[in-house]
C-alpha cells in the first residue's frame, strides 16, 4: 500500500464528532480490535500510561511526522481512543473545513 493510499485509508476510518470552523474537533484516533492502515490493532487499555503520562495533551501528527494540532483531552471508552484537540488552521485550510462542514 502506498503512502497515499494509507493516507486515505487513515481519514477514511478516522471518525469526526463534531468539527467547528476554528479546528477544535472531538474524533475517535483509532478503533480497539480493528486492524488499520498500518496493519496495527489496538486493544482497550493499550492507551492508558500515554493518557495518564500525558494528561491528555498531545500533539496531532500527520502521517505520523508533521505536527498539525495538539490535543486537550484523551479517553479510551469501549470503543476505541476519543480525542478532544484542534488543528493548527491557516487561510487555506479554515476554507477546506468550512466546505467540509457544509
Known amino acids: 500500500m502506498s503512502k497515499e493510499q494509507r493516507r486515505q ?3 477514511a476510518n478516522f471518525e469526526i464528532r463534531s468539527l467547528t ?3 477544535v474537533f472531538e474524533a475517535y484516533a483509532t478503533v480497539f480490535n480493528v486492524v ?3 496493519d496495527t490493532l489496538f486493544k482497550q487499555g493499550c492507551f492508558a500510561k500515554t493518557i495518564k503520562d500525558k494528561r491528555g495533551i498531545v500533539p ?3 502521517e505520523h511526522y508533521e505536527e498539525i494540532g495538539l490535543t486537550s483531552a484523551l479517553v479510551e471508552d469501549n470503543r476505541g ?3 478532544t484537540g484542534r488543528l493548527y488552521l491557516g487561510d487555506n485550510e479554515r476554507d477546506e473545513v468550512k466546505t ?3
Do not use: C, F, P
Open 9 to 11: 485509508a487513515a481519514i
Open 21 to 23: 470552523d476554528e479546528g
Open 36 to 38: 488499520d492502515s498500518y
Open 60 to 62: 496531532i501528527l500527520d
Open 81 to 83: 481512543l476519543l480525542i
Open 100 to 102: 467540509a462542514r457544509e
